[in-house]
């Protein structure tokens, strides 16, 4: 199965050179929405996990198409954030990867079993 990613996973498992653990776990591949691919690929230019996740061919970037839950979940969410739990109900998906707790907490109020890594 797959999994959808926010974007401190990533980058936390770049800056230790362990985003392959990520593919290990979910050998399907990781799905972001734009927000998490634009925070650590594109604006995150230079930083850890931008070109680690550039790179491989098993992070894939999916667009979320209900905006109007993104925009109910920006009132307590970062956008990658939000735009992770919204694509988590479109896409199938063993896990949603989140680290932050409000973030966690509302996936957990939509049904989701999460992984948590410490970042």
Do not use: C, Y
Not at 1 to 11: Q, V
Not at 46 to 74: D, H, Q, Y
Not at 81 to 105: F, Q, V
């Amino acid at each position: 199965m797959k999994a959808i990613s926010n974007s401190s996973i990533l980058i936390a498992l770049s800056r230790i050179e362990r985003l392959e653990l990520l593919h290990l776990r979910f050998p399907e591949g990781i799905l972001v929405p734009q927000a998490v691919w634009r925070e650590v690929v594109e604006t995150g230019s230079g930083r850890p996990g931008a070109e680690e996740v550039a790179s491989v061919s098993w992070v894939t970037v999916r667009p979320v198409g209900n905006k109007a839950l993104v925009s109910l979940l920006r009132l307590g969410l970062d956008e990658g954030e939000a735009e992770a739990i919204a694509l988590s109900l479109e896409e199938p998906a063993e896990a949603i990867l989140l680290d932050e707790k409000n973030a966690r907490r509302t996936a957990k109020r939509l049904g989701w079993e999460h992984f948590t890594f410490a970042t």
